[in-house]
């Protein structure tokens, strides 16, 4: 009986290379390196993007792009709420202040007629274009409170959470790799 030869698949030829003594193939240790450094890379250039203090506007002006292209209902909602959710962290960063009840406006929107939502949703991308605290005077409208009781200042433990969060993740990291 002949045997048909079997069609080699490269996922599967990482997992015999692992079935091995892993400690003696070259080419699983070349391949482990190189998955090692694009971490690394990838790492790197999240943490150097969000180091910028601009880059959450410049991430909510990208999801309002997403939004306009999209067709699905439950799809716009989630980039919305990313948006949103990206401008507050922006004034956090930039002003130390936050939006008092972001979910409250969540809520808001969500209850509001289909053609009502798209109104919102393109008034919020027009306030993303040109002057950077225009979204957040169209949010203070939107939900109708004054803009002294709108904005929130940022308490010290909640400047200190993405310090720690990162710090959390780069030593697991850094152990992980020294393992």
Do not use: H
């Amino acid at each position: 009986m002949l045997r048909e030869k079997p069609s080699l698949n490269p996922s599967l030829i990482v997992f015999d290379m692992l079935r091995e003594k892993p400690s003696l193939n070259p080419s699983l240790i070349v391949f482990s390196t190189i998955l090692t450094y694009i971490a690394i890379a990838s790492i790197l250039r999240i943490t150097t993007q969000n180091l910028k203090r601009e880059f959450r506007f410049y991430f909510a002006k990208a999801c309002c792009k997403i939004i306009l292209n999209k067709n699905d209902k439950v799809e716009k909602m989630k980039y919305l709420f990313l948006l949103l959710s990206s401008y507050n962290k922006y004034l956090q960063r930039n002003l130390k202040i936050e939006i008092n009840d972001i979910k409250k406006i969540y809520s808001i929107i969500l209850s509001k007629e289909t053609n009502q939502q798209i109104e919102i949703i393109e008034s919020i991308c027009a306030s993303l274009e040109g002057d950077k605290l225009k979204l957040a005077r169209y949010l203070s409208s939107l939900q109708k409170i004054p803009e002294s009781e709108f904005y929130i200042k940022v308490s010290l433990f909640e400047q200190l959470k993405p310090i720690g969060a990162f710090l959390a993740a780069v030593i697991t990291i850094i152990i992980s790799i020294m393992i």
